[in-house]
């Protein structure tokens, strides 16, 4: 079991290091910059960036529900 726990610690050192090189976070650095808060308010007036994002999750969130109760349905042998 010895050599188990030094693969796990091998592969708990790479996601480490890829965790580390992976920026923060790049919604603070949008909210923080205000120049690019300002293009983003330009580009959002012609292209609806936001509006798109919100249809896109709902349209996502239907298809998934389908495939679930779908799933369950056949596991419950209701449909075939």
Same mark, same amino acid.
């Given at each position: ?24 976070? =790049? !919604?603070?650095?949008?909210? *923080?910059?205000? +120049? @690019? ?5 330009? %580009?959002?007036?012609?292209? =609806? !960036?936001?509006?798109?994002? *919100?249809?896109? +999750? @709902? ?5 998934? %529900? ?15």
């Amino acid at each position: 079991m010895e050599w188990f726990e030094g693969i796990k610690d091998v592969f708990a050192n790479a996601a480490d290091s890829v965790i580390a090189a992976l920026p923060k976070s =790049p !919604i603070v650095y949008i909210a *923080s910059n205000s +120049e @690019a808060k300002k293009i983003m308010g330009y %580009v959002n007036f012609f292209i =609806p !960036i936001y509006t798109y994002i *919100s249809l896109v +999750e @709902a349209w996502l969130t239907a298809i998934v %529900v389908y495939y679930v109760v779908s799933v369950i349905l056949r596991w419950l042998k209701v449909v075939e």
